[in-house]
């Protein structure tokens, strides 16, 4: 099992940046992929970053390429998304996710965490 806890959402300005932080526990981040998703209202989950094998592997949604950076810190087993230019269409509830296989592009993580809200005010 893995456990997830996400932090560092708020209520920011267009052009702002925020740094969220994901603290996982029961797993090494560094052996699985880890990333983020986001859930705004109305609209279905989607795919954020991803990133394996301690930044071997980083894939990137291309609404957030350029403005979005993933990263994780091994001896804190913590993963990290650092959202730089936000947009007020990057408001949402951040997801930090875990495990799971790739099907045909597509990650399927096994863990989740709670959730974190990020809001960007026009």
């Known amino acids: 099992q893995v456990q997830l806890v996400e932090s560092g959402g708020g209520l920011v300005q267009a052009g702002d940046s925020l740094r969220l932080s994901c603290a996982a526990s029961?797993?090494?981040?560094?052996?699985?992929?880890t990333g983020w998703f986001r859930q705004a209202p109305g609209k279905e989950r989607e795919f954020v970053a991803r990133?394996?094998?301690?930044?071997?592997?980083?894939r990137y949604a291309n609404s957030v390429k350029g403005r979005f950076t993933i990263s994780t810190d091994d001896a804190k087993n913590t993963l990290y998304l650092q959202m730089d230019s936000l947009k007020p269409e990057d408001t949402a509830v951040y997801y930090c996710?875990?495990?799971?296989?790739?099907?045909?592009?597509?990650?399927?993580?096994?863990?989740w965490g709670q959730g974190t809200q990020v809001t960007v005010s026009s």
């Open positions: 990133i394996r094998w301690t930044g071997g592997d980083i």
């Open positions: 029961g797993r090494t981040l560094s052996s699985i992929a």
């Open positions: 996710a875990a495990g799971g296989p790739t099907y045909g592009g597509n990650w399927y993580p096994d863990y």
